[in-house]
């Protein structure tokens, strides 16, 4: 590397920016000039970077090393010892193999859930699971903490899996803005939050595109407790957090009861109406799920919901649902619910029209774009079959043996011996943090590779110092999107920090496996064979790119793949002929009712959307002692819990602030900026609060991202959400996380 680089443009999850450099430091960063609207996240990147958190150099827990079962305990606790790389390697290298002639790869877990950083070849995730393959394979996860409800649920009612869903069948924005005359957003459409998508966005639009519904007069509903999941000028309907699915029954109640319901559309496309019908009208429970019914439930009076059950009966109508409302207990219900909702309104397969979900969530759903694909890092095959849902990662580790069910199936927990993480922070991203912190007292050894000292970092035995990416050479390209990019290396790594290839090609060697880890390629081999290929796709595609060494020139080019033509219609040809074009459910409809999931014999979901009071809400018993729900939403000012301690030293950043209701904090006596304690009986964290009249009363609202870093009473000192939540699967279907199912109170310190 020299000392000097020219500023050259690098994406990220939250979209491109140019860099600026000075003798090997980033000094700053620029927006990228074409991105009408920039996120403003990269701000903090100069000091992140270079931040003192950064781990300089291969650190193993003395603990670990002096070895002994009791050593576990001071996981967490306990001093690092740096050693030099070519020590480190072999003792990890060495440990693995113990692990795996000891146990079998079978008691690795190398699910290792997390964003990692952007660039196609550097992902972490990619990384680490092709190493684990040819070490013979590990226990992985699936699904995600985003949506895993959805991905189970959304297969059984529409036929196909939830990531093709989002990417692939649903409304455009143009087609949005030219066709939907009511948009029902339950969760809301969160600019915050489509500053972000996996692997970049580089044209933030959601912002542009409400200003356009605005102009144009479309209706917008907000069915949320924060009236900011929307931008502004939207109908705010502060529902209760954890009860849309009463609410979308109440307005099912009124369409169903004033005669509303598209009868031939629900004859032709779906199955088991009459079924769910029996259970709406009350003729199979004795509870009729009127809109008064739900009022009583939801927060939102019987009018109003009726009212927005005539506006969604005479207009265009899309329903849309956040990630957000699916990561609460029974959370595939809503999913589940609002697709019947659209089914009962009959415009699916309309233009403007039906359902969607995730608009918002991140920024590339929506977009028109041609999905090209390609660019992936092959992981190979894992010889390993067993597989956990991702957020059941502390259930396993305290559990092993032990039965659970997942999606019609019963299975068992793995044993567990060695933890590897890559490109993750489950100590950010876990719910029930307390309980997480025994779970990783169980496994013998943890390894973590990690730019810096977070939370789980501070928590394993061995630590691999990785880089960023702006200390590597790499390709950016994201789904959603119409950029490529030469990712180029700005500045020399930090400290003694490695690439993750780099760090596995070394452990690869060490273990006789060095040529299938690496097929005989160096970093830069690799990036041009995966550029190579990608060239062969877009051609094949009419699209001729220039070779690599003029992507290197050129920095990045807009591929012609966006714009209102790659616009499509989701379910039109579905609708226009189900017997010619049938969904690949059982019965080639929409399932409104399920056999397949009748027959799972679940009582918390039976072959119909249904609502089930959660065991956590502002209604259950336990709000008598803690009167507060909380929502859990990702940061607007960064991503997760990336380039936190850069955050965390900015003046009264931390602890994070808690939005609540003047209501609520006067009834608690607190003034705005107050430090205040939040507990319920799993654990406890410092907040600050903030007053605002942009959330609903009853209801408070901390955002994750913060490093958990517990007092010596056990109280988290930065305000992560993560040691309130609850650890337990949204339902027997999904097994996802319920993070927002959380009820707390709030004092001032
Ligand atoms: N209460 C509550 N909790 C939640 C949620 C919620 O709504 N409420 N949301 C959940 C959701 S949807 C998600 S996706 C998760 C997010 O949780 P995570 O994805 O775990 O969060 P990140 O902070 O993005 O973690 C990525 C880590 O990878 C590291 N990293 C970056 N680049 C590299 C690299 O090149 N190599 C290596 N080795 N490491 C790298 C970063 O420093 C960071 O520590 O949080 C979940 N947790
Ligand atoms: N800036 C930024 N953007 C991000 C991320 C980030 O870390 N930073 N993370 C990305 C990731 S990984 C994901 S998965 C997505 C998540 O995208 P989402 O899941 O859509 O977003 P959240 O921010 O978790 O929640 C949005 C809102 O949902 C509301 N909400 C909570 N519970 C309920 C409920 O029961 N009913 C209703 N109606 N509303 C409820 C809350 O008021 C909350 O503000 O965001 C992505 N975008
Ligand atoms: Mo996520």
Redesign the pocket.
């Known amino acids: 590397m020299t000392s000097k680089t020219e500023n050259r443009v690098t994406t990220s999850h ?1 979209g491109a920016f140019r860099i600026l450099t000075d003798d090997n430091r980033i000094v700053g960063t620029e927006a990228f000039a074409p991105d009408p609207h920039p996120s403003a ?1 990269p701000g903090i990147l100069p000091a992140a970077v270079h931040h003192a958190s950064r781990v300089a150099r291969p650190s193993i827990r003395r603990g670990w090393l002096q070895g002994g079962e009791r050593a576990r305990e001071l996981r967490g606790r306990d001093e690092f010892v740096e050693l030099p790389w070519d020590e480190a390697l072999d003792i990890t290298a060495a440990e693995l193999q113990r692990v795996i002639a000891e146990h079998g790869n079978g008691s690795i877990f190398g699910g290792s859930y997390g ?1 990692a950083s952007a660039g196609r070849f550097h992902h972490a995730l990619g990384q680490v699971h092709r190493f684990l393959n040819v070490s013979g394979g590990y226990v992985s996860s699936v699904a ?4 895993a409800a959805a991905q189970a649920m959304v297969p059984h009612v529409f036929g196909m899996h939830f990531l093709k869903f989002m990417w692939a069948w649903q409304n455009a924005w143009p087609t949005i803005a030219q066709h939907t005359q009511t948009l029902v957003m ?3 459409i ?1 600019p ?5 998508s996996m692997g970049g966005v580089t044209h933030h639009e959601t912002d542009g595109w409400f200003r356009e519904f605005a102009r144009s007069g479309m209706r917008r509903i907000n ?4 009236s ?2 929307t931008p502004a000028g939207a109908d705010w309907l502060p ?1 209760i ?4 699915t009463a609410m979308m029954l109440g307005i099912a109640h009124a369409l169903e009861s004033e005669d509303r319901v598209d009868r031939a559309f629900i004859e032709r496309c779906t199955t088991g109406y009459d079924r769910f019908a029996s259970y709406l009208l009350g003729q199979s429970d004795g509870v009729a799920k009127t809109p008064e019914w739900a009022a009583e439930i939801c927060g939102i009076d019987a009018e109003s919901i009726r009212k927005l059950a005539h506006t969604m009966a005479s207009t265009r109508t899309l329903i849309t649902v ?4 699916q ?2 207990q029974n959370g595939e219900q809503p999913f589940w619910m609002a697709a019947t909702l659209a089914a009962m309104l009959g415009q699916i397969g309309l233009p403007g029209g039906g359902i969607g979900y ?1 608009y ?3 920024g590339g759903v929506g977009v028109s774009v041609k999905r090209l694909g390609g660019l992936t890092f092959p992981q190979g095959d894992n010889p390993v079959t067993d597989s956990i849902p991702v957020a059941r990662i502390a259930d396993m580790l305290l559990n092993p043996g032990k039965p659970y069910d997942f999606n019609g199936e019963r299975r068992n927990y793995a044993d567990i011996r060695l933890v590897y993480w890559c490109g993750g922070n489950p100590f950010h991203h876990h719910q029930d943090l307390n309980r997480l912190q025994q779970a990783f007292r169980q496994p013998e050894t943890v390894i973590v590779h990690e730019p810096w000292w977070t939370a789980t970092a501070k928590r394993a035995d061995i630590v691999l110092p990785a880089t960023t990416p702006y200390e590597r050479e790499d390709i950016g390209r994201a789904m959603g999107d119409s950029y490529l990019f030469h990712m180029p290396q700005l500045i020399d790594p930090l400290g003694e920090a490695r690439d993750d290839y780099a760090i596995f090609s070394e452990l690869a060697r060490r273990m006789g496996l060095e040529q299938e880890f690496t097929l005989g390629r160096s970093s830069e081999d690799w990036l041009l064979h995966l550029y190579d290929e990608f060239r062969q796709l877009t051609r094949a595609n009419g699209i001729d790119l220039p070779d690599f060494e003029e992507l290197r020139r050129r920095n990045w080019i807009d591929l012609p793949v966006r714009g209102a033509e790659f616009a499509q219609t989701p379910f039109a040809e579905f609708r226009d002929n189900p017997e010619a074009a049938p969904l690949q459910t059982p019965s080639g409809r929409i399932e409104i009712f399920s056999e397949t999931i009748a027959d799972f014999g679940y009582d918390e979901c039976p072959g119909h959307p249904c609502w089930r009071a959660p065991d956590e809400w502002l209604g259950s018993e336990l709000a008598t002692r803690y009167p507060l729900h909380l ?10 819990s990336q380039m936190e301690s850069a955050i965390a030293d900015q003046p009264g950043a931390r602890p994070g602030a808690i939005e609540i209701n003047p209501v609520d904090a006067s009834a608690r006596e607190l003034g705005d900026g107050d430090l205040v304690t939040v507990f319920n009986e799993r654990g406890a964290c410092r907040a600050r609060a903030h007053i605002s009249d942009d959330i609903r009363p009853g209801v408070v ?1 901390l955002p ?2 913060a490093w958990f870093d517990p007092d010596s009473e056990g109280t988290d000192t930065q305000g992560n959400p993560n040691v309130l939540t609850r650890d337990l699967g949204t339902s027997r279907i999904g097994q996802g996380s319920s993070a ?1 199912t959380t009820l707390v109170e709030i004092t001032r310190l």
């Open positions: 939250w996240i964003w995600s903490y985003s949506t339950f969760g809301g969160n915050k939050n489509s500053q972000v069915i949320s407790p924060q900011t999941d529902v957090p954890g009860t849309d956040a990630w957000s409302v990561r609460a995730g918002g969530a991140i929502v859990s939403p990702q940061p607007g000012d960064k991503l997760h609202s994750t991202g927002h």
